[in-house]
Every structure is written in C-alpha cells, then in structure tokens.
C-alpha cells in the first residue's frame, strides 16, 4: 500500500501542469517534471545536473534574489506564493508564483529543496493592466474633478457678474423710468400753456384782430405742438409699458357695441370716406379693458383714414373664431409692401409715403396697440397687397373663458378659411 501511494505521488509530480523542481543543496537541478518541461521549454535531459540560476534573470541574480531566498528558505523552511520573474529557454521572461520547501532526511539533516513553479504571467500582466486603467481612470476622474471645480467656480464668478450686471441694469431702467416720467411730466405742462396761449390768440378778438397770415401761423404752431404733446405722451405710454406698469382695467364689455359708437363718431367726421360697420349680429363679450381697446380702435380707424384713397371704403368686420373675437379693419389704400409690413409694428417705424401729411405720427401707435392688446391675451398684427389696401385684425379673448394668447398665423388661416 505505501509503495502504491508513493507511485501515486510520483506520477502526480511527474505529470502536474506546475512546475515541480527537485534542488540540492548546492541549487543544482536533480529532476525535472513534465511541468517543468512545458514551461520553460527545457527537456530533462538539457536541465538536470545545472545550476537553478539559469532560470533567473540576470538582474535579479545581480540583485541577490537568490540568496535572500536562501536564507528565508533556511530561516522558515519554506517559502510560499512568491511573486517573481523566471527565464525560458527561449529567453522570455515569464511571471512566476514560487513555492519552495526545504527537505530533511529521517535524521533531520537537510537534503535539498523543492520548488514548486506556476506560470501566472497572464494573470498578473492582466491584474497590472486593470492596475494601470485604474491609475489612469482616477487620473482622468481627479482631472475631470478638478476641470469640474474650476468651471463651477467660473460659473459662480459669472453668476455674480450677471446678478451685478442684472442689478445695474434694473437700477438703469429705474432711472429710465423715472427719467422718462420726469422729462414727460416737464414737457406736458409747458406744451399744454403753449397750446392753451395759442388757442386764444386763435379765438375771435374784435379788438385785436388777427391778419390771415398770422392766424396761419399761429395754428401751424398750435398743430405742431399738439403733435409734440401726443408724442410725449406716446414716449410715456411705452415707458409703462415696458416698465410692467400700464394699469389695465378688465371688464366684460360688448365690443360690437363700442365699435358702431366708434363708426358713428368717424362718420361725422370723415365726408371722404365710406365707412362699413360689422355685420355680425349677437356676438359674445370679450375680456379686456375697455378704455384701452377703444384706444387701440381709435389707432387704427385713424390709420386707415390716413392711408385710404379718397371716396374709398373703409371697413370693420367681427367674427369668432375659436376662443377669441377677432376685429378686422381693412382700407383701400396702397398697401404695404412685405418688407415693411414685417417692421410695421417695430418702435419709431414709419411706413414711407410720398403724400404723407404732418399729421401722421411718430411710429409708436402700432407697437403700443400691440403691446396694450398683448398685454389683455390677444393679439394684433396685419395682412397688406401693394395697390389694393391693408388690413389690420385684433383679437381678444372671450369672456368668462380661460386660455393662453392666440397665434397671429393661426387665426389668421382660420380667417382665410371663414372669409
């Protein structure tokens, strides 16, 4: 039984995959397994009988690997999974995990050493690779991180610079604001002694009375300064406006209603034109304020007189469409051309005409109706063809109704599809 198990032993020696090495006390090689073979590439024939240095590299050999190994190998009696490097016969230097034990005799005297070789060079050069890919990941993290911080801290820094630039800028529009209000306040109240001296120098004096020549004159001053009074007053409104401040009102009201007061006022008025009221009957209220749609209508039933040809017609329609009641004003003028009707509505932007009468405005009565029509959920804009007129569509919302402000384009399709 001990000589089968003692077979048995040897066959696993002789046979293992590892490295299985037989040393004596000198290091000389005394066998040689099939392990062996296969890792170094040495056949037992080539090895046995030399030194084991041949199979350490010669910076280790330089290095005192061996004798370090020695003396532990002395001192312990055994030397276990040690990590090292070993060279083949074909000269590569291949990774090794070293176990070596010290052999005694049944007199405890020493007869040698085994060492037992396993090839891990795929193990550690993939454990070195996830090594270097972890040096590399937390490079790359602590470059991010750092990249990270310094563009927060440029974040904040810009943060603070937009929150001075934003504290600069509203207390910029506060002087606007308060500039504007002044200088209108101080323009007004001079204009309006001006026009009230010039209004009774205009109004009949037996005692003194005015040659044609000066009674031309002194109402050419009198329309000039009425002229500058609205445009203060138009300068004031837009400073409101966009100031956040222009006080609207909401109320219910019939706006058909509104509109034939307005067409009974311009009839009386107006001997040149044709003006066509609405014919739309039982129509619903809309949401707005009153005073200032009948301001913005106003605006713009001066508009089209302005522009509208003599003897020519002047029209009003109203129609429902969707959520809204949608007003429409259309002339028979000559038209706008596509490049200004897309600036008409800008600040200070004037149509260009040839026949233009000083009464004509400042280019600020569109962009406020828009601003104050806006500002009630609806919308104003216009629709124009050279040589055949323009017409202008303001839209409010229904009352009693709960909805965001329209878009221009899409009323304007669904009125190409109702019309």
């Known amino acids: 039984m ?27 090689i005394q066998s040689w397994n099939r392990g062996a073979e296969i890792i170094f590439g040495y056949a037992p ?36 999974n040690y990590i090292t490097q070993r060279v083949a016969k074909d000269g590569s230097v291949l990774i090794v995990e070293l176990t070596r034990t010290q052999l005694r005799d049944e007199h405890g005297q020493a007869m040698g050493s085994s060492a037992i070789l396993r090839d891990v060079t795929k193990r550690e050069r993939a454990q070195a690779q996830i090594r270097e890919l972890n040096r590399q990941l937390e490079t790359q993290v602590a470059q991010r991180t ?28 506060e002087l606007k604001s308060e500039f ?16 009230g001296s010039l209004q009774l120098l205009l109004d009949e004096d037996d005692a003194n009375p005015l040659t044609p020549h000066q009674r031309e004159m002194i109402t050419l001053a009198n329309d000039q300064t009425e002229r500058l009074t609205r445009l203060v007053k138009g300068v004031l409104n837009i400073a409101r406006i966009e ?38 009957s039982n129509l619903p209220s809309v949401w707005g304020d009153r005073d200032r749609v009948e301001e913005v209508l106003t605006n713009l ?30 002339d028979q003028g ?3 051309s596509k490049q200004e009707l897309e600036k008409i509505f800008d600040k200070f932007y004037r149509v260009e005409r040839s026949d233009a009468r000083q009464t004509y405005g400042y280019g600020l009565g569109l962009y406020i109706s828009l601003k104050l029509i806006q500002a009630m959920g609806g919308t104003l804009w216009a629709e124009s063809r050279v040589g055949y007129g323009s017409t202008f569509y303001v ?9 965001s402000p329209p878009v221009s384009s899409q009323i304007s399709r669904s009125l190409s599809i109702a019309v």
């Open 2 to 28: 001990k000589k089968q198990i003692e077979r048995l032993l040897a066959t696993i020696t002789a046979d293992s995959a590892d490295a299985i090495i037989w040393l004596d006390n000198a290091d000389v």
């Open 301 to 330: 039933f001066d508009n089209a007189y302005k522009y509208s040809n003599p003897k020519s017609t002047i029209s009003v329609e109203l129609q429902v469409i969707e959520d809204q009641l949608v007003v429409s004003i259309s």
């Open 45 to 80: 024939a080539e090895i046995i009988g030399k030194r084991f240095e041949i199979l350490v590299p010669d910076d280790l050999r330089v290095g005192g690997e061996l004798e370090r190994l020695k003396q532990e190998l002395a001192s312990c009696g055994f030397i276990r």
């Open 180 to 195: 504007v209000s002044l200088v209108s306040h101080e323009l007004r109240a001079p204009l309006s002694n001006i026009s």
């Open 243 to 280: 100031a956040g401040n222009a006080a609207l009102s909401f109320q219910a009201f019939d706006l058909c209603v509104l509109i034939q007061h307005l067409l009974e006022q311009w009839r009386a008025c107006d001997l040149e034109h044709h003006w066509l009221g609405p014919t739309a």
């Open 334 to 336: 000559k038209g706008i």
């Open 395 to 403: 839209s409010l919302p229904l009352a009693g109704q709960s909805h």
């Open 146 to 173: 750092h990249e990270l911080s310094e563009a927060n801290q440029q974040l904040r820094r810009r943060q603070r610079e937009l929150e001075k630039a934003n504290a600069e800028l509203e207390r910029l529009d």
